[in-house]
Structure formats: structure tokens, C-alpha cells
């Protein structure tokens, strides 16, 4: 106690300096600051009151506690920069698309398109409409790729077939279809068909006879000699003479056979 005692002049002129210097630096700008903000408060406090808004204060905290009023400000933030970045330019923009899309919305109800919609959905669920872009895509390159070179000669292409065509029809292709058509009722183009074959396979044969022929007149031609019975006989001698002769009857023979069967 004695020590405190003794400590309690040194407080008491301290508690005294720090009233003095408070007294020295209350100015009236000072005076009239704080009284603006005691009055400021004052009046905050009778709103606040008088609005209700202490019924707001557990509300208030929860959503400090929850951690929804700092969403709230991000969310306020947010607003603000893009209230700040929509310029009249952008502004402007927004409401042309608006009003086009509004236009559409009004044009396609106008149009009935909406019967459409289920017919659409069944293009999409069954993958037609792949296919139809697919199919526009082809067209698309095909009329890219049409140069004028492409379609002069298409053109030229056309205008020879239908020439083509013409011919044909003058030339007398009407007959030969009837005639054709004559033959597959009859089974003979069937036959024709079924020959046809061979009669390339035989062809090679005709061919090798026909040159044979010919090697042969030009070999008699060039190995004549003089007549007589001496000459006949050594001819009729030779080994090659009556092969070729065995050959030619058994020809004659086999054509009599094949031909005599015939009414």
C-alpha cells in the first residue's frame, strides 16, 4: 500500500499532462469535426432504429458466418464492372440482338416452323442430318471445284451424247433393240450367250488356219515344179505328203459326219 501510495503523484500528474495536452489541441475545427460525427452517428443510430434494420442483425451475421455477404459483394463487384464495361456501343449491340432474336422468335411462330421441330428431332435421333450436312458439304465442294474449263467440257460431254443419241435413233437402233428383244423371247440370245465362249476360244483357231492357208499358197507357189508321173510318184512317197493327205480325210470325214446329221 505504502508503494502504491507513493506511485499515486506521479499518475496524477501524468492523468494531468495528457488533459492538458487533450485541452491545448481541442481546436474549434477539431470541436466542430468531432461534433459533426457524434451528430452523424447519432443520426445513423435514430435510422437504423427507426427502419428496423436491428431485426436485420442476426440475419446479418449469419451470412457473415456462412460466408454469403462476401458472395454478396463479389456478386455486387461483379455487377459493378460490367455496368462499367457496357458503353453505349455494346449497349446498342445487345439491343439489335435482342430485337433480331425477337424478330426470328416472331417470324418462325408466323411460319409454323414449330410443326417441324418433331420431324427434326427424328433427323437428329437417326443421324439424317449428318447426313443431309454431309451431303451439302459435297455439294458445296462440287460447285467450288465447277470451273469454267469443267463446265465447257460437261457441256461438250452432254451435247456429244445426245448427238450420240441421235444417231442411234436414225440409224436404226429402235430395229435393232426390237430385234433384240425378238431374240431373248425366242432363247436364241441365251444361246448366243452361252457360245459366245467358246466362239472367242475357237477364234484363235480360225486365225492359225486362215494364216496356215496363206503360208501354204505361198509355199506351193515358190516350190513348183515340173509334171509327170516320176515327180507324182516321189510326191505321193513322201512321209509328209501322206500325213497331210490322212489329215484332209479325216477332215472331209469328220465335216460329212457333222453336216449330214442336219434336217
Given at each position: 500500500?505504502?508503494?502504491?501510495?507513493?506511485?499515486?503523484?506521479?499518475?496524477?500528474?501524468?492523468?494531468?499532462?495528457?488533459?492538458?495536452?487533450?485541452?491545448?489541441?481541442?481546436?474549434?475545427?477539431?470541436?466542430?469535426?468531432?461534433?459533426?460525427?457524434?451528430?452523424?452517428?447519432?443520426?445513423?443510430?435514430?435510422?437504423?432504429?427507426?427502419?428496423?434494420?436491428?431485426?436485420?442483425?442476426?440475419?446479418?451475421?449469419?451470412?457473415?458466418?456462412?460466408?454469403?455477404?462476401?458472395?454478396?459483394?463479389?456478386?455486387?463487384?461483379?455487377?459493378?464492372?460490367?455496368?462499367?464495361?457496357?458503353?453505349?456501343?455494346?449497349?446498342?449491340?445487345?439491343?439489335?440482338?435482342?430485337?433480331?432474336?425477337?424478330?426470328?422468335?416472331?417470324?418462325?411462330?408466323?411460319?409454323?416452323?414449330?410443326?417441324?421441330?418433331?420431324?427434326?428431332?427424328?433427323?437428329?435421333?437417326?443421324?439424317?442430318?449428318?447426313?443431309?450436312?454431309?451431303?451439302?458439304?459435297?455439294?458445296?465442294?462440287?460447285?467450288?471445284?465447277?470451273?469454267?474449263?469443267?463446265?465447257?467440257?460437261?457441256?461438250?460431254?452432254?451435247?456429244?451424247?445426245?448427238?450420240?443419241?441421235?444417231?442411234?435413233?436414225?440409224?436404226?437402233?429402235?430395229?435393232?433393240?426390237?430385234?433384240?428383244?425378238?431374240?431373248?423371247?425366242?432363247?436364241?440370245?441365251?444361246?448366243?450367250?452361252?457360245?459366245?465362249?467358246?466362239?472367242?476360244?475357237?477364234?484363235?483357231?480360225?486365225?492359225?488356219?486362215?494364216e496356215s492357208m496363206e503360208t501354204a499358197a505361198k509355199q506351193a507357189e515358190a516350190e513348183r515344179t515340173e509334171g509327170?508321173?516320176?515327180?507324182?510318184?516321189?510326191?505321193?512317197?513322201?512321209?509328209?505328203?501322206?500325213?497331210?493327205?490322212?489329215?484332209?480325210?479325216?477332215?472331209?470325214?469328220?465335216?460329212?459326219?457333222?453336216?449330214?446329221?442336219?434336217?
Amino acid at each position: 500500500m505504502n508503494a502504491e501510495t507513493k506511485e499515486m503523484p506521479g499518475t496524477l500528474e501524468e492523468l494531468k499532462g495528457v488533459a492538458t495536452a487533450a485541452r491545448d489541441a481541442l481546436t474549434e475545427d477539431i470541436i466542430g469535426r468531432v461534433a459533426d460525427s457524434a451528430a452523424g452517428a447519432m443520426d445513423l443510430m435514430d435510422r437504423v432504429n427507426r427502419s428496423g434494420l436491428g431485426k436485420a442483425i442476426p440475419q446479418l451475421a449469419q451470412m457473415v458466418e456462412n460466408g454469403d455477404l462476401q458472395r454478396l459483394v463479389n456478386l455486387a463487384r461483379v455487377y459493378g464492372s460490367a455496368e462499367d464495361a457496357l458503353t453505349e456501343e455494346m449497349v446498342g449491340r445487345l439491343a439489335a440482338a435482342a430485337s433480331e432474336g425477337l424478330s426470328l422468335m416472331d417470324q418462325v411462330n408466323r411460319s409454323g416452323l414449330e410443326k417441324a421441330l418433331p420431324v427434326l428431332t427424328r433427323l437428329v435421333a437417326d443421324g439424317d442430318m449428318e447426313r443431309l450436312a454431309q451431303l451439302a458439304r459435297v455439294y458445296g465442294a462440287a460447285q467450288d471445284a465447277l470451273s469454267e474449263e469443267i463446265i465447257g467440257r460437261l457441256a461438250e460431254a452432254a451435247s456429244e451424247g445426245l448427238s450420240l443419241l441421235d444417231r442411234l435413233n436414225r440409224g436404226g437402233a429402235g430395229r435393232l433393240v426390237e430385234m433384240l428383244a425378238k431374240l431373248e423371247a425366242s432363247g436364241s440370245l441365251k444361246r448366243v450367250a452361252d457360245l459366245l465362249p467358246t466362239f472367242v476360244d475357237r477364234l484363235d483357231m480360225v486365225g492359225g488356219l486362215l494364216e496356215s492357208m496363206e503360208t501354204a499358197a505361198k509355199q506351193a507357189e515358190a516350190e513348183r515344179t515340173e509334171g509327170g508321173l516320176m515327180s507324182m510318184y516321189r510326191m505321193l512317197t513322201d512321209a509328209r505328203t501322206q500325213e497331210t493327205l490322212r489329215f484332209m480325210l479325216a477332215l472331209g470325214q469328220h465335216m460329212h459326219e457333222r453336216y449330214a446329221r442336219r434336217p
